[in-house]
């Protein structure tokens, strides 16, 4: 039988106050989008995950976390047009004794339809380990940790090199201008060969769309496919 909202939320040592002191800790514009405490049990208990794990701590007590200036949003219970893990990866509404069968589960995206994404089994790497999916490569990659290590080096850590080859000189005054739910059309696309990232266009629209293109994209060229975004979320 599923976990009751009192067993899951109830615990003697909660994650978020360890979220919050990493995010009291970072240098780069963390922001915590209010949820509501509704909202967050009810993705709790459709991940059966306890407010002890990471993961049931974002959900638990915020709509989203925008990271790196605003170039990252970490889902969490959900904001328009910015869905909560759950969501986002198929879960369905009233958990059964069985959990699905998913390739992985969503935790994170950010500004140009990159995804991180623990891996349930289909992404390529261990299960559990989070990897990334990015509009560049047009593949997942491990990244050799799990949620805590990964959310921890979103938090407190330098993305400087792991996107050095697609953003521009001002990215970060241009990601900051983002709503929770927007993001970058980049043309030539991140991948082509002819992709500068000091002279490509760059368009501010929904994050949906964003999404829609790499999923078409890698469909035609890619060697993995973006997990689906969720209908309706533009």
């Not at 992985?104 to 990159?114: P, Q």
């Not at 390529?124 to 990659?141: F, H, M, N, Q, R």
Request: aromatic share 8%; charged share 15%.
């Amino acid at each position: 039988m599923p976990r009751t909202i009192d067993e899951l939320t109830l615990v003697d040592d909660p994650a978020w106050p360890v979220i919050q002191e990493w995010v009291a800790a970072s240098s780069d514009g963390v922001k915590v989008i209010a949820g509501t405490r509704e909202a967050g049990e009810g993705v709790l208990f459709r991940l059966q995950m306890t407010a002890r794990s990471m993961l049931g701590g974002v959900v638990l007590n915020c709509g989203a976390l925008t990271v790196d200036h605003g170039w990252i949003k970490v889902l969490g219970s959900g904001v328009p047009g910015l869905p909560d893990p759950a969501t986002a990866s198929g879960f369905p509404d009233v958990p059964g004794d069985i959990p699905p069968v998913l390739p992985g589960l969503l935790v994170a995206v950010d500004a140009i339809g990159g995804q991180f994404a623990m891996d349930g089994g289909g992404l390529g790497a261990t299960p559990g380990e989070i990897c990334y999916w990015g509009p560049d490569s047009l593949s997942w990659v491990g990244l050799g940790t799990g949620h805590s290590g990964f959310l921890e080096w979103l938090l407190t850590g330098d993305h400087t090199s792991f996107y050095e080859t697609v953003r521009w000189d001002s990215w970060q005054v241009d990601a900051e201008l983002l709503e929770p739910a927007q993001g970058f059309a980049l043309y030539p696309f991140v991948w082509a060969k002819e992709y500068d990232p000091a002279t490509a266009s760059r368009k501010v629209v929904p994050l949906a769309e964003v999404m829609a293109i790499n999923a078409s994209m890698a469909e035609q060229l890619g060697p993995h496919v973006p997990l689906p975004w969720p209908a309706g979320e533009a």
